[in-house]
């Protein structure tokens, strides 16, 4: 039970505090890290080899790092009579670290809020949590840029820690924090990171196909439209990356509404296929609504997480 603990009190720190500016994050440091190496090594010849060779350094090192914390405070703790707690502590710690479900809807209706009171302050804001071009948005543009975020980092930012944190305990959640930070950084298609981020891109999408997957049918689930999930599957495999077109038709369908479209990246147009049919205005009872979304799927996940930590103590 005592794996339990340090999971939900991890969830709930993440819950009432989300991600308080004066608290040092770990994926600050993993930015850094990655920062650092891409400008070392991202020039000359075999890019794409020396970027394949940073991001296994990488995630290999969080992995090995967190496990070699855990059984040292396991150890230090068996010697100083305070048994397990040390650990579970510090486990609780790097669960609410590796958890951003509430920063994520914070920031959404922070969006909602700053657009309906001007084009601005909407384009400003919205810049946080996107990363493409936001000075030219409209406010139907910026709305549907937060949602498509929303359904996005739901899976990214909570189901997919979680389904790690089940699969391989806390240095696996620790270690695709990394993945997805690299893949955040480096793992985009222009010029200067396509050789370079190509291998951390791609990893990014071999941990995150499961738990897309899993985030559309808990999504659909808790919305009570199971019934779609035929067209979320159909629709989710045309956006250009394997795993966020899965959330993003989920809420589409639970919305009734249209994601995709033209956006700019660096100055240049991509064209995402549009998932959904209806073009209709979005407005924030759709956020509300897709909040409702987010969060009981998050729940249903806490369960699932939950469970294969208690069973895998038995």
Not at 126 to 140: E, F, M, Y
Not at 240 to 246: E, K
Not at 261 to 271: I, K, Q
Request: include cysteine; proline fraction near 3%.
């Amino acid at each position: 039970m005592s794996r339990v603990f340090s999971l939900l009190a991890g969830w709930l720190l993440d819950l009432l505090l989300g991600d308080p500016a004066w608290l040092p994050h770990p994926v600050v440091g993993f930015g850094k890290l990655i920062a650092a190496g891409e400008k070392r090594w991202n020039k000359g010849e075999k890019r794409r080899r020396k970027g394949a060779l940073l991001s296994l350094f990488l995630v290999l090192a969080s992995f090995g790092i967190t496990l070699a914390l855990l059984i040292g405070l396991r150890h230090l703790g068996e010697m100083s009579g305070c048994g397990i707690w040390l650990e579970r502590i510090a486990e609780a710690i790097l669960i609410f670290c590796c958890l951003a479900g509430t920063t994520l809807i914070r920031e959404v209706r922070e969006v909602f809020r700053a657009v309906d009171r001007s084009l601005e302050e909407g384009r400003t804001q919205v810049a946080r949590i996107v990363g493409r071009d936001t000075a030219h948005l409209s406010a139907q543009e910026i709305r549907t840029a937060a949602l498509e975020t929303l359904a996005e980092n739901l899976n990214d930012g909570v189901i997919a820690p979680l389904f790690w944190l089940a699969l391989l305990g806390v240095p696996g959640m620790v270690a695709y924090k990394m993945i997805n930070t690299l893949d955040s950084m480096i793992g985009y298609r222009n010029e200067r990171y396509r050789d370079f981020g190509r291998f951390a891109a791609r990893l990014d999408d071999a941990a995150g196909w499961i738990p897309a997957r899993l985030t559309a049918f808990l999504m659909l689930l808790v919305s009570g439209r199971l019934q779609r999930i035929a067209w979320v599957h159909e629709n989710g495999g045309k956006h250009l990356s394997p795993n966020s077109g899965h959330p993003e038709a989920a809420l589409a369908a639970i919305l009734d509404c249209r994601f995709g479209g033209p956006h700019n990246y660096f100055g240049e147009e991509v064209w995402k296929p549009y998932i959904g049919e209806n073009d209709r205005l979005l407005t924030t009872a759709d956020m509300q609504r897709a909040v409702r979304v987010n969060r009981g799927a998050e729940i249903l996940m806490l369960i699932l997480a939950a469970a294969a930590r208690f069973f895998c103590t038995l």
